[in-house]
């Protein structure tokens, strides 16, 4: 499958490379290829510069946001939440439309430092903010509740006995996503909670998930539904 990934930071590094390992057409997305290429500096998290990573993985094509979306028959936006809804746009209304896009972003607000708030919760989602700017695009909620080794690779937690969620209005996009995570991913329990307001429980774990991660001191652990 031809799949493009928005955004070229360690989420979206991790799933292009996944994905690429098994056999998928990947393409990252970014707002300027020639000044991506140029980086030199280790990144926040103290990862080696996008080109060093690049040279890695000389199959996984880079192109602008638009170029990305209109390769891909899956697009997957794994840019920060702050700047989900301008990288789409760079991306193109046309070349989102029809088209899964799985939103693996979250709302947080680091603007008074950490750890960070959300800039929407309760009453409305980022999910649900992403559709509504591209109402023909298929947006799919999921993977926002792990860190991105753990998004691919389950199996580093508790042999992967946890619990993975999917929301989104359209049934068949919620099972190609959950199809994705199984057969893809190793993902053995998936959940699909229905419509994208779901999105806005799974959103809302993320303050939990944070100070989880600060007490265990790791962020290699997942949420379980024991039933």
Do not use: C
Request: aromatic share 6%; net charge neutral; hydrophobic share 45%.
């Amino acid at each position: 499958m031809k799949i493009a990934i928005l955004g070229t930071g360690p989420v979206a590094q991790t799933l292009a490379a996944k994905l690429d390992s098994i056999g998928h057409d990947v393409q990252l997305g970014t707002r300027d290829v020639a000044t991506t290429m140029a980086r030199s500096d280790k990144d926040a998290f103290g990862n080696p510069p996008y080109p060093v990573w690049a040279a890695a993985h000389p199959k996984v094509k880079l192109g602008t946001m638009a170029s990305a979306a209109a390769h891909g028959e899956l697009v997957i936006n794994a840019l920060s939440g702050a700047v989900a809804i301008a990288g789409l746009s760079s991306a193109g209304e046309a070349n989102l439309a029809g088209k899964v896009v799985l939103d693996v972003s979250n709302p947080l607000d680091f603007s008074k430092g950490m750890p960070p708030s959300l800039f929407v919760s309760n009453t409305d989602s980022l999910g649900e903010q992403i559709q509504a700017r591209f109402p023909a695009a298929r947006v799919v909620k999921s993977l926002n509740t792990v860190t991105a080794s753990v998004m691919v690779d389950p199996q580093q937690v508790a042999g992967g006995e946890h619990t993975m969620f999917v929301s989104g209005n359209d049934p068949d996009a919620r099972r190609q996503v959950a199809s994705l995570l199984k057969e893809g991913f190793g993902w053995r329990d998936v959940i699909e909670l229905g419509d994208l307001s779901t999105a806005r429980g799974t959103e809302m774990l993320l303050p939990l998930w944070l100070r989880t991660w600060g007490a265990l001191g790791t962020p290699m652990f997942g949420f379980r539904v024991v039933r």
